[in-house]
């Protein structure tokens, strides 16, 4: 099932440089971004971003941390894109993360984690709707989609 998810590289991924290598990951997974942008994350923003986390113990640091530097949030398309993304991320804590996902290759401990991405449909179109306006959202088609997808 073709379906949109919401990735971000967080400031310590964006910080150390690996924002490309990132994308890249993404892109040759064969997800197509349907919107990417750099910005820095108002506190409003995060509040409601992690509004689900509002009372335990580490919501006011990764406030602090989400809202410390830049980010770079994505839009991405693709076969069962959420899942993909989550596989493709490893688990939260770095140090249990498979090797050859992203957390493990660039993460340390649970705070610094590099990314976040959707980890449910309905997580996946909040998220969205929070961080991208409609016209931010592309639409278009791949030269290789139909070498991807069975249609």
Known sequence: MIEKTFAMVKPDGVQRGLVGKIV?????RGLKICGMKLMRIPKELAERHYEEHKGKTFYDP???YITSGPVVCMVL???????TVRT???KTNPQDA???TIRADFGQVTGRNIVHGSDSPESAKREIKLFFND????????????WLFER
């Open 62 to 64: 990764l406030l602090s």
């Open 88 to 90: 493709m991320m490893g």
């Open 77 to 83: 398309e693709g076969e069962n894109a959420i899942t």
């Open 98 to 100: 498979v090797p050859g």
């Open 135 to 146: 016209y931010e959202i592309q639409k278009y088609d791949k030269i290789d989609e139909s």
């Open 24 to 28: 890249q990951r993404f892109e040759e």
